[in-house]
């Protein structure tokens, strides 16, 4: 189904703990996106990736990391930091980097903080 | 950067009635219009989109229309059948060549 997959499917985690959670393209595409989704509030942009060894900030990047080593892969820690961390999250890619190509999600991840 | 306000929050239609999403934005140098939808428990999937050098696209049942001008967008659903029902999501492109969403839509079509 689009050939992107994230895990876990749920993931909890204590309060004061890091948490990464892991996103795979095997469609040879260049872009990559985290976005988390809340109830009644769309789709938040937490991180995107162009290229490999490149990314930007999003919208609500704050408590966020990411890293883009390989094109196929572009995992999201969850750190400390973010203050509301439960929420679903949902990766994403592109062709390309342009933002008018369309995207292709993976099956999300749901993370509660215990 | 880019502000998707997106109309109403729910909507509920008879089947084979119509249904309509409509969607603003403030960047007026936005030029790429996609619509997502998601089913219950599924992830979002892109079922049409439209950009700026034209005003309406047609895919069978679906529409979308753009009013440059105006800075807003809208889906049409015709016909409407009990697989409509999901959460639409309106986006616009905006600086950075990044994705704004709307709130999103959620569509129940009453049998």
């Known amino acids: 189904d689009g050939g992107i997959t994230q895990s876990p499917k749920y993931l909890f985690r204590k309060e004061g703990q890091n948490v990464t959670l892991s996103c795979e393209q095997n469609?040879?595409?260049?872009?990559m996106y985290w976005y988390r989704q809340d109830p009644g509030q769309g789709l938040r942009l937490i991180y995107y990736?162009?290229?490999?060894?490149?990314?930007q900030k999003g919208d609500i990047a704050e408590g966020y990391s990411v890293s883009r080593e390989k094109k196929e892969s572009f995992p999201l820690t969850v750190t400390s930091a973010q203050k509301n961390p439960t929420a679903f999250y949902l990766c994403?890619?592109?062709?390309?980097?342009?933002?008018?190509?369309?995207?292709?999600f993976g099956p999300g991840t749901r993370l509660t903080v215990l | 950067g880019e502000n998707v306000e997106q109309h109403p929050s729910t909507l509920s239609v008879q089947e084979g009635d119509s249904a309509v999403i409509k969607c603003t934005y403030s960047?007026?140098?936005?030029?790429?219009f996609p619509w997502y939808k998601q089913e219950l428990g599924k992830r979002p999937q892109l079922i049409i989109d439209?950009?700026?050098?034209?005003g309406e696209k047609k895919d069978q049942r679906i529409a979308v229309t753009l009013n440059k001008t105006a800075k807003h967008f809208s889906l049409h659903i015709t016909e409407t059948q009990p697989e409509d029902s999901a959460v639409y999501f309106c986006?616009?492109?905006?600086?950075?060549?990044?994705?704004?969403f709307g709130a999103g839509t959620t569509v129940t079509v009453r049998a």
């Open positions: 960047d007026s140098a936005s030029n790429y």
């Open positions: 439209i950009r700026s050098n034209v």
């Open positions: 994403a890619s592109s062709i390309s980097g342009t933002g008018d190509s369309e995207q292709f």
């Open positions: 986006a616009a492109r905006g600086g950075r060549y990044k994705l704004s």
């Open positions: 469609l040879n595409h260049d872009a």
């Open positions: 990736s162009q290229i490999v060894n490149d990314f």
